[in-house]
């Protein structure tokens, strides 16, 4: 399965990442390398709290893991 992902920006200008219409924020980092953050953990920006565990898990900006297992329809349109 093919997925986008496309970097976006919060009305309260946070970075977000938009992937197949679920925005997701960085949630945690790991992996320091040289002071740098390798890899990225994004959980769903719109219900995390409402118990979704969609996650996106990215190194160097590549996708290494991904769960899209939303508990919800896609809500990108509707927060534009
Ligand atoms: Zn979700």
Redesign the pocket.
Known sequence: MFFLVQYITSKRGKLLILCNG?TYFEYQSQSKHSGKILKKRWI?S??YPKG?R?TIVMFEDEIVSINDN???SPLYNSIL
Do not use: E
Request: hydrophobic fraction near 10%.
């Open positions: 679920y769903c719109t219900h979704c969609a939303h508990t919800h």
